[in-house]
């Protein structure tokens, strides 16, 4: 399997950007799919992170500004992110996990994306 995340870039604060995760080599409709960030300096620490029954899990940080998506038919999860903070700046990735879900915790994961970096500034 094979992750690929992009969408990232430069934004302003306040603005919006949409990062996709397009996954290969596996169908992952059956799959949990997650989004982690790790910020300079700081730990990766859980986003968000979507069940294969499309039940959606946030991180306090972020609920009500992101929101993940995922399109079986596409093979694609997607990360909308409003409002963008400075805060929010990191390298972003897409995590599959294809055996029993623990959407908040890294160790749930079994395949990784190459990150994207999403910086934040004015």
Known sequence: ??????????????GSLRLSCLASGRTFSRD?????RQAPGKEREFVA?????V?????????GRF??????????MYLQMNSLKPEDTAVYYC???????RP???????????????TVSS
């Open 1 to 14: 399997v094979q992750l690929q995340a992009s969408g990232g870039g430069l934004v302003q604060p306040g």
């Open 32 to 36: 949990g799919m997650g989004w982690f």
């Open 49 to 53: 992170a979507i069940s294969w029954t």
């Open 55 to 63: 039940t959606t899990y946030y991180a306090d940080s972020v609920k």
């Open 67 to 76: 929101t993940i998506s995922r399109d079986n038919a596409k093979n694609t």
């Open 95 to 101: 995590a599959a996990s294809t055996g029993l879900f």
């Open 104 to 118: 908040v915790t890294e160790a749930g994961y079994d395949y990784w994306g190459q990150g994207t970096q999403v």
